[in-house]
């Protein structure tokens, strides 16, 4: 069965703090208690919705622990590869017009 263990409140607060560092407009459905049902949205530059979800542990490499969250945009029709949170917020902002 897929875990979660990974998503901790720092690894959330990273998150949150890049996404502000990269100036987007982001929110979370606050489950960070549930990580399982922890989703995030997110806002880019063109006004197109991102959708950040955490991976499971299946899809985290031992030799890359910190990739944790993958990104989706429904109107790109694309999902990121699992990226660390810093990774994640470049990802958005410089996604193509």
């Not at 875990?3 to 929110?27: I, K, M, N, Y």
């Not at 030799?63 to 699992?82: D, F």
Request: net charge positive; proline share 6%; charged share 15%.
């Amino acid at each position: 069965m897929a875990s979660f263990t990974h998503v901790t409140p720092e690894r959330c607060a990273q998150l949150g703090g890049a996404l502000d560092a990269v100036r987007l407009a982001w929110s979370d459905n606050g489950c960070q208690l549930t990580p399982q049902y922890l989703n995030y949205t997110a806002t880019d530059q063109h006004g197109r919705t991102w959708r950040i979800n955490p991976a499971t542990n299946f899809q985290i490499s031992p030799s890359a622990p910190g990739r944790v969250w993958q990104a989706s945009c429904a109107e790109l029709m694309r999902t990121s590869a699992i990226l660390s949170a810093r990774q994640v917020a470049d990802h958005i902002k410089h996604a193509p017009a």
